[in-house]
């Protein structure tokens, strides 16, 4: 027999053995077994206890879970980093499969209506309807958050160079994400529905359950301001847009004109509120006044029609021009531009504030935002009611801390950011374990990969070289 201790000898024709699955260190294959494993275990207690409760985590129970999440991961990192798990966690195979996993879940969600009772029920079974309060998804988002908070900590030391950006941007997102989900339960949103001259102390939700308040509003005045209405062309039996016009309809306004499905318009008067005075609209300044106008309408043959139209309002009748027994000139309701409501809010402390609340610019409260929700549709600008949306949410700091360090991290990678000079041993067996690569006395390297298509896993001493025996064959 012959013994041969060289692997550089070894005979063209030997077979390489694959790294048998769960063998460290772990790869792709084991993060797809994870996640296959995830999604069947996800789905048994989606299908045997049904879904979870989205209020489970409310304070304090979220910043406890969350702390406890944290802890482990920071613990595991700092004292059981030799377990293939641990090590494995912060290395790209488990990023890249735990992303996909949370990528694939994500899909579904953006396929299938959410909250809607009229899902299929084999839908609503499985989670599908309600994915964020589903076990599968619970399962994946924790894979994902796991891995990135491993991949955060490998990189918190050395902190100089390019690890100081990175930091920023993965330790962001985690906070960000994790303050998000923690936070949804203490995410409160109700309604005042104002009425002029009365104070609410109380508001309701979306399932209509009504909340004392640690505030009140009363509703003093409700403002809009209109974009002039278009110049239409319906049909006389249904009132239907024609749909070849749409692209056609031009805002009123003296003067203009335009050319409505063959025909030529022109505005001779408009009024934005106006009266009906013996056959003929006059500008009014009163109650529920409809905008009108006096249109000119030339068909092909250099016909003209000349007449009123008007969109009516809760106070006046619409008015059409009929052009012929199929179709007629219209005009469309106006639609708001802004609008917005000057309320007075009392707090318990007696403290009285005048604001005026707005769409897209909020009105701040102990701790409570409001903005303007909607208002009675039926009476438009003279609506004597608004409804008033309050918003609290007290994780938004949270979040916004994350989004701040990964645009900081990212500003830093984009200018100041370096490589270390010397880059940390990435091998797993070794520097990931906590074993050192190189000699601190005489800074040169304990180890070298061997050379081959397993040089991360072959690793040999520089100083003692030990090679596995190999059977080639026997003489």
Not at 145 to 152: F, Y
Not at 394 to 409: C, D, E, H, K, S
Not at 446 to 451: D, E, I, S
Request: hydrophobic residues 45%; negative net charge.
């Amino acid at each position: 027999m012959s013994l041969n201790t060289s692997a550089n000898n070894r005979a063209p024709g030997a077979i390489t053995r694959k790294k048998p699955v769960w063998a460290s260190p772990w790869g792709y294959a084991e993060g797809w077994l994870i996640c296959l494993a995830l999604l069947i275990t996800g789905t048994a207690l989606q299908l045997t206890i049904g879904g979870l409760n989205a209020n489970a985590l409310s304070w304090p129970v979220n910043i406890i879970t969350g702390s406890i999440f944290t802890a482990v991961l920071i613990f595991s990192w700092y004292f059981l980093r030799r377990l293939p798990m641990v090590n494995w966690l912060a290395r790209v195979p488990a990023a890249i499969t735990s992303i996909a996993l949370l990528t694939f879940l994500v899909l579904i969600m953006g396929f299938t209506l959410q909250e809607d009772a009229g899902n299929p029920a084999w839908v609503q079974q499985l989670g599908l309807s309600n994915m964020t309060s589903s076990w599968p998804f619970l399962f994946g988002m924790m894979f994902f958050m796991a891995s990135l908070g491993m991949a955060t900590l490998k990189r918190l030391t050395p902190m100089k160079g390019r690890n100081i950006g990175f930091f920023l941007n993965h330790a962001g997102l985690y906070i960000a994400i994790l303050g998000g989900l923690l936070g949804a339960a203490d995410l409160k949103r109700v309604f005042f529905d104002l009425t002029e001259g009365e104070v609410m102390w109380g508001a309701v939700d979306r399932d209509g359950l009504y909340y004392e308040m640690p505030l009140a509003v009363e509703l003093e005045r409700f403002n809009m301001e209109e974009f002039n209405p278009k110049v239409a062309i319906i049909y006389n039996e249904t009132g239907r847009i024609v749909p070849e016009s749409i692209s056609q309809m031009f805002e009123m306004g003296k003067g203009h004109r335009g050319n409505l499905y063959g025909w030529d318009v022109e505005i001779l008067e408009f009024h934005k509120m106006s009266g009906r005075i013996d056959g003929r609209f006059e500008p009014v300044i009163d109650y529920g006044a409809p905008p009108a106008a006096l249109v000119r309408v030339t068909d092909s043959g250099g016909q003209q029609l000349e007449g009123w139209i008007t969109s009516g309002s809760f106070m006046y009748p619409h008015q059409l021009l009929h052009v012929d027994h199929e179709l007629a000139i219209a005009m469309t309701i106006p639609q708001a531009s802004h609008y917005s409501s000057d309320v007075v809010i009392y707090t318990p402390d007696g403290q009285v504030r005048q604001a005026r609340v707005e769409v897209n610019k909020p009105v701040s409260v102990n701790g409570w935002k409001l903005y303007q929700f909607s208002y009675d549709d039926r009476f438009g600008k003279w609506s004597s009611s608004s409804t008033i949306e309050a918003i609290r949410d007290p994780w938004l700091p949270v979040v916004y801390t994350g989004i701040f360090m990964l645009i900081a991290g990212s500003l830093y990678l984009m200018t100041l950011g370096k490589a270390p000079e010397t880059e940390p041993d990435d091998t797993p067996a070794l520097h990931e374990a906590g074993m050192p690569s190189t000699d601190k006395k005489n800074n040169t390297p304990l180890y070298v990969a061997a050379p081959g298509p397993d040089a991360e896993r072959a690793l040999k001493p520089v100083r003692k070289p030990q090679q596995e025996p190999e059977f080639e064959g026997v003489v």
